[in-house]
């Protein structure tokens, strides 16, 4: 998977948000969803995203591994995210 093209993501002071430039639309995001997001424009795999997110946020690898796909799931819903999962 992959971030759309025409999606921009963005720290801006303390908050993190995404654009679509396709549909004019501000996403603002967690800290957690922003970290997803980076990882996938990075090309990261789901793998070693759910790893990330093990690692910094959640501590079971199994629940990473749930949560990210919910997220992604809402992405795609959003059409902020283009691919295979």
Request: aromatic fraction near 6%.
């Amino acid at each position: 998977m992959k971030i759309k093209k025409g999606v921009v993501i963005q720290k801006m002071g303390d908050t993190f948000v995404a654009y679509d430039n396709a549909t004019s639309t501000l996403h603002e995001l967690n800290e957690v969803a922003y970290d997803i997001l980076l990882a996938l424009e990075k090309g990261k795999s789901k793998g070693k995203i759910a790893n990330l997110l093990s690692s910094k946020y959640l501590g079971s690898q199994r629940k990473a591994e749930k949560d990210l796909n919910e997220f992604l799931k809402e992405l795609k819903t959003k059409n902020l995210i283009e691919g295979r999962k």
